[in-house]
Nanobody, 122 residues
Framework: QVQLVESGGGLVQAGGSLSLSCSVS????????LAWFRQAPGKEREFVGG???????DYAPSVLGRFRISRDNHKNTMALEMNTLKTEDTAVYFC????????????????WGSGTQVTVSS
């Protein structure tokens, strides 16, 4: 069974930084592709970024250059470093895992955390 737990959410002012972490309980963690999604109030869940087996990364255009994803295959964790935050980054952030090739599609990730709230104030 695969379990994901996000942590690190909170309130931050626009222009500030915040880091999220995702702890994954699974055997053979390094074989999993990981991703971050977010869902703002009244909006659909959207892809933020992902990291593959070889630590190749992919980012949504809205966060490219501001967010950075990394993984630690020894600690079974994934991190999301968010810089120059904007009010439109306010959302619940979810981490996800799957065995399919890296993808921006929610359907390619069968395992999800319960989310952590990030609020960016103006």
């Amino acid at each position: 069974q695969v379990q994901l737990v996000e942590s690190g959410g909170g309130l931050v002012q626009a222009g500030g930084s915040l880091s999220l972490s995702c702890s994954v309980s699974v055997e053979f963690f390094s074989l999993y592709v990981l991703a971050w999604f977010r869902q703002a109030p009244g909006k659909e869940r959207e892809f933020v970024g992902g990291i593959g087996w070889s630590e190749d990364t992919d980012y949504a255009p809205s966060v490219l250059g501001r967010f950075r994803i990394s993984r630690d295959n020894h600690k079974n964790t994934m991190a999301l470093e968010m810089n120059t935050l904007k009010t439109e980054d306010t959302a619940v952030y979810f981490c996800a895992a799957g065995r399919n090739p890296p993808s921006r599609q929610m359907s390619d990730y069968p395992y999800w955390g319960s989310g952590t709230q990030v609020t960016v104030s103006s």
